[in-house]
């Protein structure tokens, strides 16, 4: 009964979580402090350490943190197809890696500049009205040291959802 409870009030919160992320979207004005808002509750619903949200520069050919815990935008700029952000944004599908460091794509040098260590990433794209690719959210290290799961896969593509609209709003 106690698992049944849990798995309940995960729910619950998950729900609570987007709901709270409508809200803000039906209210926002400004894009910024929208994108801030999805990423910090994707990350902390997703009981994640950091999260980012990556845009693409369709003309360079890059995606550019426009929003990331802990650091300033535009700070990293990654090419599509190139690391895991990358790699999303170039096959259009969600990635679960649950050791980043056994994972080819992903690049530790990041790591070493910042002391950051990434353990785990999921990380999903953002697609616009008629499927163009925005961008991708990412989170990294889910709490406890864990994997992220299935069920965070889900959760992030409706934060990825919600991201999406956002800059398609912002756009028009």
């Known amino acids: 009964m106690e698992g049944v409870t849990a798995t309940y009030a995960r729910l619950v919160r998950n729900l609570d979580s ?10 926002a004005i400004d894009l910024d402090p929208l994108l801030g808002i999805i990423q910090s509750k994707a990350t902390e619903v997703m009981e994640a350490e950091r999260g980012s949200i990556f845009i693409l520069d369709e003309g360079a050919g890059t995606l550019w ?3 990331s815990g802990g650091l300033a935008p535009g700070v990293v700029r990654v090419a599509v197809g190139t690391g895991i952000a990358g ?9 679960n890696i649950p050791d980043a460091y056994a994972d080819p794509r992903f690049n530790p040098e990041f790591d070493r500049q910042t002391g950051f260590r990434t353990r785990s990433v999921l990380c999903a794209p953002l697609f616009g009205h008629g499927g163009t690719l925005l961008g991708v959210i990412q989170v990294l290290n889910k709490a ?3 994997a992220f799961t299935r069920d965070d896969e889900v959760l992030l593509e409706a934060f990825a959802a919600h991201a999406a609209l956002a800059l398609d709003r912002a756009r028009l």
């Open 144 to 146: 406890g040291g864990g």
């Open 18 to 27: 987007l709901l709270e992320v409508s809200k803000a979207m039906a209210a």
């Open 87 to 95: 790699h999303v944004a170039k096959s259009g599908r969600p990635l």
């Open 65 to 67: 943190n426009r929003v």
